[in-house]
């Protein structure tokens, strides 16, 4: 207790100008101007701070401070991003009438100076460089310093003086304005909300704070990752109006892909963007707010750009590339006889509607390669911009399973003749751009899918007029080989997660998506989303998503029992409003009957059993358990709705096994009597169906509590859980068994819980992200 007395004292004996009285440091300190802080990755800072500063930076700050949402837009992930600084200005802001400025790192601004233009105050000295003065005008080192002078109690659950909301007011006061608010807000220092630096971490970034906070991007991609990325870019860049319509599509597809090569080790991640300059000259990246939108350039070159920010888990999508890939997009998109006259303009009713933009690729080989990195594409839905806070995410339920239809028989010919006739009607929100009027735009919308939902309906009926052709065979089998071909997706609340194979307890419903759905979703939530667009826009995007939505549950409930599939629609939409029901009861309705031979009266569950028979080579096993993991936590499966009602949406257990762990999550999924409510989700909930998914490894990327249970102790957990009746009973299991926020030792189970995740996930890796780890 004296040593960490006798460093506080020191730290405010040192900084006494930042804590106690400076209000013009133009004077005492000079004007401000940007420092050159980026050193040669040779030098001895640049090895210091890759080798030393960096790993505290990542493990202790960029776990709060990563993305969109990092409080203040202040982006620890990068030497960039450290250096631009903070900003009142909120991405996420769900009521504005125009769209805001984009503020993306890398593409907006491309220098300090920029950023300052732009409003960012910096978190680093920008005055005289004098190693005093590199601390008294250092927000980030005041920051650090707060809180060590007024560390939180331990293992308490802290008070109302903290707000741990999503949407919390922010506080980004400027290094001439922290003296005010650090009196007016003595708990706000960093990290905020968690215990603070260890001495030896505080000292290693006083130290390398005072010594003008130098930095040094990653090393490069080696020799032979350098040789993988120009073999890409030579067969993305070639000439013919064939190969250039191609690598649009492929872009339009993968520009959200961490894309590595899986023969290297010690990998290197790389983006796919468009540039205005050739293979072999320095990226001139595009700066358009959408892949879709016009790159006002002559020609376009797609380019394999290494990303050197730290990897993060919500943003984490990563995609693998290798000989077979090449070989499998040539024959897709190459091999085909087809000509291309002439490559479709960037007009939006043109670029924001695939079905126009590429028409003159054939069906089966866009579908297919969707199909191949499924997982990946419907990621960009999750993990994309547009997937943040719960508005944005309750047009989806808390768990459902992902089929898709064979592309032998969703690819043909006649599906791609079908398309070309309704692509008018096919049109999507994104032609709209980022500021729209939601009401008039919302009815044009909805005729339109409307039409559309008629001619499929049409076209089902007389394809499957002999109802033989309509059964299991038409669910993909993902080739025999590839686990994308069943998926299952998570919402958490206001965040969600996608992972492969049949996850958890059967769901209350589930999707089939077909060529023209898949698509659809992806240029809807992807692609054509601007998450800087206004209140129209993200309302519009976010309405349309009803549509898709069930159509993908239409596609699953074709498979069900004539006589059962109203019924079967109308509990999944139980209370929903007057004017749903009359859209769902439109005359043009699959009336066909399945060919699936049913010999129960739950034919629903019967159909999941068939799906999984179907499906069994394919599907992943991740998160099953296995023989030598604890079996016994699936009891908590069991666990009433009422007992469940206490936990949080994602929680993650570690259990220690030997020299090793063992890692567990616990998925809490909330049951709705419908989902068709935008802005009054709370009063379509049906808190008695509510369910718990317990699978191995890990799901989610927001913990919201680690619980650290020893082998013994299993039992007691379940048991104890299982027994949850009121809050006090789960703050007693949480002091028990959960490592608070508030735990002397949280950073060090936060970097076992890394560690660990690490072995789990490989390639998947990322930090995750502590904004909401829960506060009870």
């Not at 504005?96 to 233009?117: G, I, K, N």
């Not at 592309?407 to 006739?421: E, H, M, N, R, T």
């Not at 206004?534 to 498979?559: C, K, P, S, W």
Request: glycine share 4%.
């Amino acid at each position: 207790m004296f040593n960490r007395f006798a460093l506080v004292c020191l730290i405010i004996t040192m900084t006494g100008c930042a804590l106690y009285g400076v209000t013009q440091f133009d004077t005492l300190y000079g004007k401000p101007a940007p420092q050159l802080r980026m050193t040669q990755s040779h030098d001895r800072e640049a090895i210091h701070y890759l080798d030393t500063v960096k790993p505290i930076i990542e493990s202790r700050c960029v776990v709060c401070h990563g993305c969109y949402d990092a409080p203040c837009q202040l982006k620890l992930s990068s030497p960039e991003g450290i250096d631009r600084g903070i900003t009142d200005e909120l991405v996420y802001d769900g009521a504005r009438l125009l769209a805001a400025t984009p503020q993306r790192l890398f593409l907006d601004a491309h220098t300090t100076e920029q950023w300052r233009e732009r409003g960012f105050k910096p978190v680093l000295n920008e005055h005289l460089q004098h190693p005093d003065v590199n601390l008294a005008a250092s927000v980030m080192h005041q920051s650090l310093v707060l809180k060590l002078a007024h560390p939180l109690p331990e293992q308490a659950v802290l008070g109302d003086e903290f707000d741990f909301s999503l949407d919390r007011n922010q506080s980004c006061p400027s290094a001439e304005g922290y003296q005010q608010f650090a009196q007016d807000n003595p708990l706000a220092g960093m990290p905020y909300g968690f215990p603070g630096l260890s001495q030896q971490e505080f000292s290693t970034l006083q130290a390398w704070l005072m010594d003008g906070a130098k930095m040094a991007q990653i090393n490069e991609p080696s020799v032979l990752e350098s040789e993988q990325v120009a073999r890409w870019e030579a067969f993305l860049n070639q000439s013919s109006n064939k190969h250039q319509l191609m690598a649009r599509y492929i872009y339009e597809h993968w520009f959200l892909a961490h894309i590595y090569f899986d023969s290297q080790p010690n990998r290197s991640f790389f983006k796919l963007v468009r540039s205005k300059t050739p293979p072999g000259q320095p990226i001139e990246q595009i700066n358009t707010l959408r892949p879709i939108d016009d790159p006002k350039v002559p020609r376009v070159y797609y380019r394999l750009r290494h990303d050197k920010s730290t990897v993060l888990a919500k943003t984490h999508l990563p995609l693998a590339l290798n000989d077979s890939k090449l070989v499998r997009i040539y024959q897709q998109f190459l091999a085909p006889e087809y000509e291309v006259a002439s490559l479709p303009s960037y007009r939006p009713e043109i670029s924001a509607n695939p079905f126009k933009a590429f028409e003159a690729i054939p069906t089966s080989a866009k579908y297919q390669f969707m199909l191949d990195e499924a997982q990946l594409v419907i990621m960009g839905f999750i993990k994309g911009p547009v997937c943040r806070g719960q508005v944005a995410l309750n047009v989806i339920n808390d768990h459902f399973w992902v089929f898709f239809v064979d592309p032998d028989k969703s690819g043909k010919a006649d599906i791609g003749q079908f398309l070309a006739k309704n692509q008018d009607v096919l049109t999507l929100p994104a032609q709209d751009q980022s500021a729209v009027l939601p009401v008039a735009s919302w009815f044009k919308y909805a005729q339109a899918q409307l039409k559309y939902f008629s001619a499929k309906m049409d076209l089902m009926n007389t394809v499957f007029e002999d109802t033989s052709k309509l059964n299991l065979d038409l669910i993909w089998q993902g080739e025999g080989h590839n686990h994308n071909a069943a998926l299952t997706i998570f919402r958490h609340f206001d965040s969600a997660t996608v992972t492969k194979g049949l996850v958890g307890q059967p769901p209350k419903t589930a999707w089939v998506i077909d060529y023209a759905l898949f698509e659809r979703i992806h240029y809807l939530l992807v692609a054509g989303f601007d998450v800087y667009g206004n209140v129209g826009h993200q309302l519009n995007t976010r309405l349309y998503m009803d549509f898709l939505r069930i159509e993908g549950e239409q596609n699953f409930l074709a498979l069900l029992p004539a006589n059962v599939r109203e019924r079967t629609h109308q509990y999944w939409y139980r209370n929903a409003t007057l004017s749903f029901n009359e859209y769902m009861q439109d005359k043009n309705r699959f009336i066909q009957e399945s060919g699936v031979a049913y010999q129960t009266d739950d034919p629903q569950t019967e159909l999941y059993t068939k799906l999984k028979q179907h499906l069994e080579p394919v599907l992943s096993q991740t998160h099953e358990f296995t023989q030598d993991d604890f079996s016994q936590l699936r009891a908590l499966e069991q666990v009433s709705s009422h007992s469940m009602s206490h936990l949080p949406q994602v929680s993650f257990i570690l259990i220690p096994d030997n020299d090793s762990h063992r890692a567990y999550s616990i998925i809490k999924n909330n049951a709705h009597f419908n989902i068709t409510s935008l802005l009054n989700e709370a009063s379509q909930r049906a808190y008695a169906e509510d369910t718990l998914t317990v699978a191995r490894g890990f799901i989610g990327d927001y913990p919201a509590v680690i619980w650290y249970v020893s082998p013994n102790e299993v039992s007691s957990f379940i048991s104890q859980l299982k027994n949850i009746k009121t809050l006090a009973d789960y703050q007693v299991l949480k002091s028990r068994f959960a490592i608070r926020r508030t735990d002397p030792d949280f950073w060090k189970y936060s970097d076992l819980l890394h560690d660990v995740a690490k072995q789990y996930t490989g390639d998947a890796f990322g930090l995750f992200d502590y904004n909401r780890f829960e506060n009870r």
